[in-house]
């Protein structure tokens, strides 16, 4: 039987979403309750892999159980498992056919900036800005990167393409910090990473609107602009085609 799982993370207290062998991730701590649950090996497939540092309040994956299992009962046994920096907001069973990378519809990233004074208790969960930075400038630059392109210079490692859409991206400014929400389809590795730090330069003065422009049509094109650290990127959330969705239990 195939289960469902939306679930959320504090990623500053793992070595990123992969498992790995030496190292503490989220997949090693789920797929290691799943096991115990089933009594076999269980593994999980991820909508998306997250790095170090990365938090997510609505990552997804799938898995496959031998046995049965209530989803309610499963639901309540795993968050006592995965705790107390893994809580699994919802778990259903789903179509055979059911891929949780593969039937993505589209994403939304959310990255958290803070221009306060520095505050030690921020650090894990925002990027803290020590520098003044033009918001109305990055929220225009913003509206380049609307649409279908090819990401290339703002992606990390190879891929066979790198093309992919974005649909939205939105600014939130609220007391001392400011949210820019990416909704798309495909996100690559660091890019929405990438996104904000090429827009953080363009506003601070250290870039071109130009060379932002010469990013998007140029290939390949030197590295010119900064990543944003991983401590303010959150993956929010991930929506599905419902028809998948619709075995009874």
């Given at each position: 039987m195939r289960y469902?799982i939306?679930?959320?993370y504090?990623?500053?207290k793992?070595y990123g979403?992969?498992?790995?062998?030496?190292?503490?991730s989220?997949?090693?701590v789920?797929?290691?309750a799943?096991?115990?649950?089933?009594?076999?090996?269980?593994?999980?497939?991820?909508?998306?892999?997250t790095?170090?540092?990365?938090?997510a309040?609505?990552?997804?994956?799938?898995?496959?159980l031998?046995h049965?299992?209530p989803?309610?009962?499963l639901?309540?046994?795993?968050?006592k498992?995965?705790?107390?920096y893994?809580?699994?907001?919802e778990?259903?069973?789903?179509?055979?056919?059911?891929?949780?990378r593969?039937?993505?519809?589209q994403?939304t990233?959310?990255?958290r900036i803070?221009?306060?004074?520095?505050?030690?208790?921020?650090?894990d969960y925002?990027?803290e800005?020590?520098?003044?930075f033009?918001?109305?400038?990055?929220?225009?630059?913003?509206?380049?990167?609307?649409?279908i392109?090819d990401?290339?210079?703002f992606?990390?490692?190879e891929?066979?393409?790198?093309?992919?859409?974005?649909?939205s991206?939105d600014?939130?400014?609220?007391?001392?910090?400011?949210d820019?929400?990416?909704?798309?389809k495909?996100?690559?590795?660091?890019?929405?990473?990438?996104?904000?730090?090429?827009?953080l330069d363009?506003?601070?003065?250290?870039r071109?609107?130009?060379?932002?422009?010469?990013?998007?049509?140029?290939f390949p094109?030197?590295?010119r602009?900064s990543?944003a650290?991983?401590?303010?990127?959150?993956?929010?959330?991930?929506?599905y085609?419902?028809?998948?969705?619709s075995i009874?239990e």
């Open positions: 469902f939306r679930f959320g504090d990623g500053s793992f979403f992969q498992r790995l062998n030496h190292q503490l989220v997949q090693n789920l797929e290691e799943l096991s115990k649950i089933d009594q076999r090996a269980v593994f999980i497939k991820g909508a998306g892999r790095d170090r540092g990365v938090h309040i609505g990552q997804c994956a799938h898995f496959d031998k049965v299992l989803t309610d009962g639901l309540k046994v795993l968050n498992m995965v705790g107390p893994i809580r699994v907001w778990c259903k069973i789903v179509s055979d056919e059911f891929h949780a593969f039937s993505v519809v994403k990233y959310r990255y803070y221009f306060g004074d520095y505050d030690p208790l921020l650090y925002a990027c800005c020590s520098f003044p033009d918001i109305e400038l990055m929220e225009n630059c913003s509206k380049l990167f609307l649409g392109h990401f290339q210079n992606v990390s490692g891929r066979a393409h790198y093309q992919a859409i974005i649909y991206i600014f939130i400014k609220q007391n001392n910090f400011l820019i929400v990416f909704v798309g495909s996100f690559y590795r660091y890019m929405v990473r990438n996104l904000v730090g090429a827009l363009v506003g601070r003065g250290k071109q609107k130009e060379e932002i422009i010469a990013a998007l049509t140029e094109c030197e590295k602009f990543t650290c991983s401590n303010g990127l959150y993956l929010e959330c991930i929506d085609d419902k028809e998948l969705f009874d």
